[in-house]
Nanobody, 128 residues
């Protein structure tokens, strides 16, 4: 069974960094579109970054561009999200998701509805 497992969340002070990891089990990413999303209490789920694992092509939401970096380790089949200069408004549950049809990456689409495989999430809390 295909599963995605996030790790790396935690509580940090503003200005610090965290690196989230999304490991796939039951399959390898091959040429999939993988995205990172976040959801804060009372807010809608927001896509923050995406990567096409076939070419390492990436795209970002404007709210995180320049601070977050998404990358793919082909040997370990892990997608990372490096988050620098964290702000209190980055506090949220972070999820990784895969679009196995890869269409979302072709359109640089960070809409949650376009992704069909989801992890359980990892909490990130940024204190001011």
């Amino acid at each position: 069974q295909v599963r995605l497992l996030e790790s790396g969340g935690g509580s940090v002070q503003a200005g610090r960094s965290l690196r989230l990891a999304c490991a796939a089990s039951g399959y390898t990413y091959r040429s999939y579109c993988v995205g990172w999303f976040r959801q804060a209490p009372g807010k809608e789920r927001e896509g923050v970054a995406g990567i096409y694992t076939g070419t390492d092509s990436t795209f970002y939401a404007s709210s995180v561009k320049g601070r977050f970096t998404i990358s793919y380790d082909d040997d370990q089949s892990i997608v990372y999200l490096r988050m620098n200069n964290l702000k209190p408004e980055d506090t949220a549950m972070y999820y990784c998701a895969a679009d196995t049809a890869a269409k979302a990456c072709y359109d640089e689409d960070l809409s949650a509805a376009e992704y069909d495989r989801w992890g359980q999430g990892t909490q990130v809390t940024v204190a001011s």
